[in-house]
């Protein structure tokens, strides 16, 4: 199975999502193939929880489908923007960014709540849950709402991604 990427507008990935499901898995489908939107577990300083997108804005094809003139085929989309790379490149994910969301998608589509103790600047590593073994540079802490903020190298440049850990730890040094 190959992992597509494909950029939709930011709010509209579940839209999305509806409008390719009978083109990929439905009567009239072009392929087969599983269609993912990455999401997170957020809680307000109520308690109150709720589910935000990971990557706002992009949504990702699970297919066996190589053929990028049938993937093209998927542009008619509510809130489509673009495949990555690009339109004219249609190409799978690979390396890094295909272990990551791999990774993700292992564990389900959803990433929990955990408590955070990290500060800006620390370099830490992931122990545990989806993306064990990954590591980043903390920007950001919110210590009330346990968030921490990391950047990772995703998509040919550098991300931050938003996330509550079960068990975060700081690299070691060398």
Do not use: W
């Not at 990935?13 to 999401?39: M, N, T, W, Y």
């Not at 809130?79 to 791999?102: A, H, Q």
């Not at 993700?104 to 800006?120: C, E």
């Amino acid at each position: 199975m190959s992992l597509y990427c494909i950029s939709v507008k930011t709010g509209l990935e579940e839209k999305f999502k509806e409008s390719i499901i009978p083109l990929v898995c439905g009567d009239e489908c072009a392929f087969q193939g599983l269609v993912h939107i990455l999401r997170k577990r957020m809680r307000l300083k109520n308690g109150k929880e709720y589910f935000d997108a990971f990557f706002p804005g992009y949504v990702f094809l699970e297919t066996e489908e190589h053929e990028t003139a049938r993937l093209r085929f998927l542009s008619v989309g509510k809130g489509f923007l673009r495949f990555l790379p690009s339109n004219s490149s249609v190409s799978s994910l690979v390396k890094g960014d295909l272990e990551i969301v791999s990774s993700i998608l292992r564990f389900g589509s959803t990433v929990g709540i955990v408590p955070v103790k990290f500060d800006a600047g620390d370099r830490v590593i992931i122990t545990d849950g989806p993306f064990k073994d990954f590591s980043g540079n903390v920007i950001a802490v919110n210590r009330r709402n346990k968030r921490l903020n990391i950047q990772i190298d995703f998509m040919n440049g550098v991300r931050v991604v938003g996330l509550c850990y079960e068990e975060v730890q700081k690299q070691p040094s060398k």
